[in-house]
């Protein structure tokens, strides 16, 4: 599978990115992956993904000096070496990986392509609530482009909680309360373990080639 690596600053942050074409993707690819095995029933497409999405966590790894490929938890999600917080996203041929030597940081990012404007209208209740519509609406940006930063925003939230809470929480757990250039806030809307109902997070973001990204490191 043909790969091209980059790296990109969010919020300070290096977010080391690889852009892949999943077309020449072979299963003999994966051989690169500890974990190979745990794929062989996963479909191609979810193959390349994961992949190129492993390729970033270890330049992520390596940017800190550690030589190691994430694993795969129980819940699907990224086992990263002790002393190592980190979150992957796969967005399109875009898959993007960030990683901090800090154990239990807080750490979520996700990319998502900007929604079309009459898709973004047709999902939004799954997404927002009545008290967020009215807050996107006036944002200052296209609604489209403010809710698909409302759910990527909450995706790179709870990324960035399971670790710690072991909880599935859906879109209905958080709110946004704000949203200005480049910064947005979050605030749960019911208790998850330490984090008790009303608990704020401000996520950094920013619109990457049709895509826009969340990020929280806390």
């Avoid at 609604?143 to 960035?160: G, I, N, Q, R, Y």
Wanted: proline share 5%; net charge negative.
């Amino acid at each position: 599978m043909h790969i091209t690596y980059s790296t990109r600053l969010l919020a300070r942050h290096a977010v080391h990115c690889i852009a892949f074409d999943p077309s020449g993707f072979t299963d003999a690819d994966l051989l690169w992956l500890p974990h190979h095995a745990e794929l062989a029933h996963a479909g191609r497409k979810r193959k390349a993904d994961h992949l190129a999405g492993r390729i970033a966590a270890a330049h992520a790894l390596n940017a800190l000096d550690v030589r190691a490929v994430p694993g795969i938890g129980p819940s699907g999600e990224p086992l990263w070496p002790a002393g190592v917080s980190g979150s992957i996203t796969h967005s399109g041929t875009l898959a993007m990986a960030i990683a901090v030597a800090r154990r239990d940081a807080l750490i979520g990012i996700d990319c998502e392509a900007i929604l079309p404007a009459e898709e973004a209208r047709e999902i939004k209740d799954g997404v927002i609530d009545a008290l967020e519509e009215p807050l996107l609406t006036r944002s200052g940006y296209p609604f489209a482009l403010a809710l698909t930063l409302a759910f990527s925003a909450k995706e790179s939230l709870f990324k960035a909680l399971f670790p710690q809470v072991k909880t599935y929480m859906g879109f209905d757990a958080a709110r946004v309360t704000h949203i200005e250039e480049h910064r947005l806030t979050l605030a749960l809307t019911q208790s998850f373990g330490e984090f008790d109902e009303g608990t704020c997070f401000t996520l950094d973001w920013q619109r990457v080639d049709g895509r826009v990204c969340t990020l929280i490191v806390a």
